[in-house]
């Protein structure tokens, strides 16, 4: 189909690295039709065009308003993503990102390795203006009734305390949009609660925070406060953010193999697992990385999530919402506003 | 019972801050009667006499080494560590720490605030020599046969890569007398596995330890690498270790949180939980911080285990066990030994 027709009439576009990820091209593609037809929206896969067409086919798509864009060049997981982007002009990854930059699509979702994603949204379309830092954002689920979103969680190694406060505010403005809620409790990862503990980044990322009214800032929030759900926008340096996103990944993983290794070790075990198993079926989803549909890169001129390496199509499909949901909520509009009006302030 | 009696001939004399914890002193009282019985070993029991004696009196105590040194003081949890420490020269963990320093204890336990134990112990016991900074190392759950060791996990928020260094050399010494293994895996916690990944500092940690050739080296690890038992003891700042280790609390306690609703929200979970009741409870030993027995001070001059401030009986039982295993394998003297050999080296 093409772009002219009337099924991409007024539609929100999202362009899909149809090659990253661990499952590609396949569950990606699959995801994309998902998106098209739940969401009603166009989706521009990117991709060698023979390899994408041939996945089509595997699907109904009349009527979907699905398009191919070609990109001849893929880069691989291993591949250093600085110099890979900057050699690979038509790498898919570049390509999809050029579909924003261009305008041609509101958004964009990429799985796979999470660096050569980052480091082409980041080159292609660049940062806000007034924003220091971009940064990933990404979900966790909690015991309460929506997950919390640590930020960032790897693209900056080391920060400073200006750069970590307006992680909470693009945070904030991300939490809004992505979960309905107003004025989300933003908080800072600390080794303890007390205003007087912890580095002289986060004190002072603490004193820049409490100075700023339109934030709902909590103060310092421990590893343990997120899982309970204490608090929505969890601020954090790139390092410690990907630690803790890591290790709540591995302890979740290591008690399901712990529980799993239990109920088969015995009978009472293996019968009652059968019986509850709708019970256990809740906790994986409730638990599973691919409800909340990947990471997102915040701070750069255009909407770029960034899905799980491992993602299926379920989770290409929620990453692709995530997306839509970003673009019509005009949140690169939202975060320029704030940014052009602290500037304004602190000129004052 | 008196400590010249012939119950204490020859024993492993472990003194105990009766007073410390959410539980004490009933629970650490219960605890230490518990550890000189299965064991065979002497206990301090240091609080106001009255009241640990009263606790006493709720057990069979005869024959046992149990003796009380009395400490009219007793640090709640809410004061600053520093100053109450400094203050209350009579107070119970400081009578505790004293007992080691004299000679008169092999080696201590304490639980409650980390916090006060640990200012406690440095400023009672001292550093080793050539030791830069003594860390706190906490044993951790994993889905391998041995749980995984942290260090730092609190008491440097700031570190160099030298004492990152040192946190490895005595991490893994204590990690070989705590789980009879020889050259235990050293990691150091970074936010990816490449060599070219991360901060300043943990890159030239990196450095330092691969030119260290005592040490079984791994190179860098992530969040998600200890939870899957791929490493043995895990080097970090204390910023990171307390995020780290917290996080995980928070999450296992959050899966099982889910669980149990999830299980209780339907019949057939219902039934299917008490008939698999024997694969859950084994699954929650595993992952309870109660088996390990608590946290280690390393690098002062003295056997020091800081129990949680949740510890029950089980809890300091274990954390008594760990304090007879440190003393008995002559931890410090070990770690005395390396870093004079260190210092005589550099030297050369």
């Given at each position: 189909?093409?772009?002219?027709?009337g099924?991409f009439k007024?539609?929100?576009?999202i362009?899909?690295?149809?090659m990253g990820?661990d499952?590609a091209?396949?569950?990606?593609?699959y995801g994309?039709?998902?998106?098209?037809?739940d969401?009603?929206?166009?989706?521009q896969?990117?991709?060698?065009?023979?390899i994408?067409?041939?996945?089509?086919?595997?699907?109904?798509?009349?009527?979907?308003?699905?398009s191919?864009?070609?990109a001849s060049e893929v880069?691989?997981?291993?591949?250093?993503?600085g110099?890979?982007?900057v050699?690979?002009k038509?790498?898919s990854?570049?390509?999809?990102?050029r579909?924003?930059s261009?305008?041609?699509a509101d958004g964009?979702v990429?799985?796979?390795?999470?660096g050569?994603?980052?480091?082409?949204a980041?080159?292609?379309?660049?940062?806000?203006?007034?924003?220091?830092?971009?940064?990933?954002?990404?979900?966790?689920?909690?015991s309460g009734d929506?997950?919390a979103?640590?930020?960032?969680?790897?693209?900056?190694?080391e920060?400073d305390?200006?750069?970590?406060?307006?992680?909470?505010q693009?945070g904030s403005?991300?939490?809004t949009?992505?979960h309905?809620?107003?004025?989300?409790?933003v908080?800072?990862l600390?080794?303890g609660s007390?205003e007087?503990?912890?580095?002289?980044?986060?004190?002072?990322?603490?004193k820049l925070?409490?100075?700023?009214s339109?934030?709902?800032f909590?103060?310092f929030?421990?590893?343990?406060?997120?899982?309970m759900?204490k608090?929505?926008?969890?601020?954090?340096?790139?390092?410690?953010?990907?630690?803790?996103l890591?290790?709540a990944e591995?302890?979740?993983?290591?008690?399901?193999?712990?529980l799993?290794?239990?109920?088969l070790?015995?009978?009472p075990?293996?019968?009652?697992?059968?019986i509850?198993?709708?019970?256990?079926d809740r906790v994986?989803?409730?638990?599973?990385y691919?409800q909340?549909g990947g990471a997102?890169?915040?701070?750069v001129?255009?909407?770029?999530?960034i899905?799980?390496g491992?993602?299926t199509?379920?989770a290409?499909?929620?990453?692709?919402?995530v997306a839509?949901?970003m673009?019509n909520?005009?949140?690169?509009?939202?975060?320029?506003?704030?940014?052009?009006?602290?500037?304004?302030?602190?000129?004052?």
């Amino acid at each position: 189909m093409s772009e002219t027709d009337g099924a991409f009439k007024n539609k929100t576009v999202i362009a899909v690295d149809a090659m990253g990820g661990d499952f590609a091209p396949r569950e990606i593609v699959y995801g994309a039709v998902l998106a098209a037809r739940d969401f009603g929206i166009a989706v521009q896969l990117v991709g060698p065009p023979e390899i994408v067409q041939q996945e089509l086919q595997r699907h109904k798509t009349d009527g979907l308003a699905i398009s191919i864009i070609p990109a001849s060049e893929v880069i691989a997981m291993d591949e250093k993503p600085g110099r890979a982007i900057v050699k690979k002009k038509d790498s898919s990854i570049v390509v999809t990102t050029r579909q924003v930059s261009s305008g041609a699509a509101d958004g964009m979702v990429a799985a796979g390795s999470t660096g050569a994603a980052a480091v082409a949204a980041q080159l292609e379309l660049g940062r806000i203006a007034n924003v220091f830092r971009s940064a990933i954002a990404c979900s966790i689920p909690t015991s309460g009734d929506n997950p919390a979103m640590l930020i960032d969680v790897g693209a900056n190694a080391e920060c400073d305390a200006r750069q970590l406060l307006q992680f909470g505010q693009m945070g904030s403005l991300v939490y809004t949009v992505l979960h309905h809620t107003q004025r989300p409790r933003v908080g800072i990862l600390n080794l303890g609660s007390e205003e007087t503990k912890g580095t002289e980044l986060v004190r002072e990322a603490y004193k820049l925070m409490q100075a700023q009214s339109d934030l709902n800032f909590i103060g310092f929030v421990e590893g343990r406060d997120f899982p309970m759900g204490k608090v929505d926008v969890v601020v954090t340096d790139g390092f410690v953010g990907n630690v803790a996103l890591k290790t709540a990944e591995g302890i979740a993983k290591m008690i399901k193999l712990m529980l799993k290794q239990e109920l088969l070790a015995s009978w009472p075990g293996k019968i009652g697992a059968a019986i509850a198993k709708g019970s256990f079926d809740r906790v994986e989803k409730r638990t599973n990385y691919a409800q909340y549909g990947g990471a997102l890169l915040v701070g750069v001129k255009g909407v770029c999530v960034i899905a799980h390496g491992g993602s299926t199509h379920t989770a290409i499909k929620n990453a692709i919402r995530v997306a839509v949901d970003m673009a019509n909520a005009k949140i690169i509009e939202k975060i320029e506003k704030t940014f052009s009006l602290a500037t304004a302030g602190s000129a004052s």
